[in-house]
């Protein structure tokens, strides 16, 4: 079975849902995951918080690409 990867906005989104009052069984049945994946994702996401967590994790992408071209 092939593996699914969400992106960090996705994830955001997800977690944005679930603390608005959408049930978390309701949030994984739309995105396919489970809810231990689920509640993986809202540890690895809770310090940054839901709309910085993406932005944060894209500018880490963003100096992880400077610093391989030199």
Not at 22 to 25: G, I
């Given at each position: 079975?092939?593996?699914?990867?969400?992106?960090e906005e996705q994830i955001a989104f997800a977690l944005r849902q679930a603390e608005s009052g959408?049930?978390?069984?309701e949030v994984t049945h739309k995105?396919?995951?489970s809810e231990q994946t689920f509640y993986r994702c809202r540890k690895k996401y809770a310090g940054l918080g839901c709309r910085t967590a993406a932005s944060e994790a894209t500018r880490g992408r963003k100096q992880e690409a400077e610093t391989a071209r030199g």
């Open positions: 079975m092939k593996r699914k990867r969400y992106t959408t049930t978390v069984a995105m396919g995951i």
